[in-house]
């Protein structure tokens, strides 16, 4: 059966910025889609502790060739970590401001942020059929072209949005339709 995952950034939760209104348009569709409630903070939240979390899932047999997972912000490269280690083949992956190896948004987000990257982005398109990956120009987080070239290693497609943020609800994202034509 089909399914969906949908996975939060840093500092964030499951219903934060458009996630819960994505969640509830794929539900509303007869869908099943799950939002897991990552460890989140310094100290928290780190490759390790996301990790085991997601790996139930893996092991419950929830994530597999049929599933689609959405993620934004660091967990786009936590996704590709975690599928390229564990060897585990999903069905699509659509990536919302994503980006690896970068520091200098400040010490907080660097410190939660930096056991996520790693250096093979690239493996992750053995691990899944589409990449699709959305960023903005003007990202007040994470410069355009540390978004750009996590695009260009990964993705089947890419979508810039101009003026569209970090794509969240500090940039007037509560809603994202963008996406949908994806799901």
Same mark, same amino acid.
């Given at each position: @059966?089909? =399914? ?19 969640? %509830?348009?794929?539900?509303? $569709? ?28 893996? %092991? ?7 599933? /689609? ?8 490269? !936590? &996704?590709?970590? !975690?599928? /390229? $280690? ?18 200098? &948004? =400040? ?14 982005? $690239? ?17 007040? #987080? ?6 750009? %070239? ?5 993705? /089947?497609?890419?979508? @810039? ?8 609800? $500090?940039?007037? #994202?509560? /809603?994202?339709?963008? &996406?949908?034509?994806?799901?």
């Amino acid at each position: @059966m089909e =399914n969906y995952f949908i996975i939060h950034g840093s500092f964030s939760s499951p219903y934060s910025n458009w996630l819960g209104w994505l969640h %509830d348009f794929i539900e509303d $569709e007869g869908k099943q889609v799950l939002v897991p409630d990552f460890p989140s903070g310094v100290g928290y939240q780190n490759y390790g502790n996301w990790s085991k979390l997601l790996k139930c899932y893996v %092991d419950l047999g929830l994530i597999n060739e049929n599933t /689609t997972i959405i993620g934004h912000s660091i967990a786009p490269v !936590f &996704i590709s970590k !975690f599928l /390229t $280690e564990n060897k585990v083949k999903v069905k699509k992956l659509i990536f919302v401001c994503g980006f690896n190896n970068y520091l200098g &948004i =400040n010490e907080e987000y660097d410190a939660v942020n930096e056991s996520m990257y790693f250096d093979n982005l $690239e493996d992750v398109k053995q691990y899944a059929k589409e990449i699709i990956c959305f960023y903005s120009d003007n990202d007040p #987080y994470v410069r355009y072209e540390v978004e750009k %070239d996590f695009a260009d290693k990964v993705a /089947t497609e890419q979508i @810039m949005i101009p003026k569209a943020g970090h794509i969240n609800s $500090e940039s007037g #994202y509560e /809603t994202f339709e963008d &996406i949908l034509s994806y799901i």
